[in-house]
């Protein structure tokens, strides 16, 4: 008897798996696309663009959503004119110290120490030198932001880490650790 299930276990089995199998008449294909996708050259020109050689520019003047722009320039004169701004664009509540505090230790610290005095662990194993203490600096939020936002010297330029909202919070940590020192 078991003998008889077992073979009529298998027929079953076997008529499941060959009956599905038409070599006469292939499948169809759903959004064929997908599964035979035609291959583009990194960089190729393309007909998806105007000119077919470059993606399409914003528009002259434009500026994504959210976004303040930064009119200070980059250069000396920018740095100096930046020291002039003693208010930071934030309010009081907007400005988060807890937050600000946490930037500083991820982004600033390993540099200029966790007190601002310049001495952080990169200072320390001599990897940079002259990293300057906050008290010996004559700064405001304004050049601070602005130090932040394009860099000076060693330091490079943190805008691709920070918002702008972080850089202006981070800032005015610095000038409470300045004020501390």
Known sequence: MKKVYTLAVLMGLSS???????????????FPNMYESAGYETYSESGAF???????LPVQGS????????EIPNTPAGYLASKSIT?????STAVDSEKAKELFEIYCAICHGEKGDG???????EKFLGVPSYADRDVSIGSIYHVETYGLNAMGSHANQ????ERWQVAAYVLKLKSEL
Do not use: A, H
């Not at 001495?119 to 194993?125: D, I, T, V, Y």
């Not at 920070?162 to 909202?165: D, F, I, V």
């Open 50 to 56: 105007k000119n077919g050689k470059e993606g399409q």
């Open 16 to 30: 499941l798996l060959f009956s599905c199998q038409d070599k006469l008449k292939p499948n169809y294909q759903f």
């Open 162 to 165: 920070l918002s702008q909202t």
């Open 63 to 70: 500026i994504k959503r959210g976004f303040v722009p930064y």
């Open 87 to 91: 208010t930071s664009p934030l309010d």
């Open 119 to 125: 001495k952080g662990n990169l200072s320390k194993r």
